[in-house]
């Protein structure tokens, strides 16, 4: 069964940090390029960051540029999302995507609130 499972989500202070997880199973995860996007309430699905099938090319929306790190572990078939310095306009539904081989696999995204 292909599948993306987020997790790590949760509520944290402004100015706190989180650690987003997404582990994949059921195809091949190291063919795959992994991108993080993420929906507040009223507003459309933006990208955050991404990461080529090697790790070794990233790339992030200009609000979250020096805040979060995007890596991958190919050998735990699992991508992440470091998050530093949260900021309230940071809350949204965060989703994992992997995309490669002309399909594009979702998971059902975790939750983050920054709120004081």
């Known amino acids: 069964q292909v599948q993306l499972e987020e997790s790590g989500g949760g509520l944290v202070q402004p100015g706190g940090s989180l650690r987003l997880s997404c582990a994949a199973s059921?195809?091949?995860?190291?063919?795959?390029?992994m991108r993080w996007y993420r929906q507040a309430p009223g507003k459309e699905r933006e990208l955050v960051a991404g990461?080529?099938?090697?790790?070794?090319?990233?790339d992030y929306a200009d609000s979250v540029k020096g805040r979060f790190t995007i890596s991958r572990d190919n050998a735990k078939n699992t991508a992440y999302l470091q998050m530093n310095s949260l900021k309230p306009e940071d809350t949204a539904l965060y989703y994992c995507?992997?995309?490669?081989?002309?399909?594009?696999?979702w998971g059902q995204g975790t939750q983050v609130t920054v709120s004081s």
């Open positions: 059921g195809f091949t995860f190291s063919m795959y390029a």
């Open positions: 990461i080529s099938t090697g790790g070794f090319s990233t």
């Open positions: 995507n992997a995309a490669g081989l002309g399909r594009a696999i």
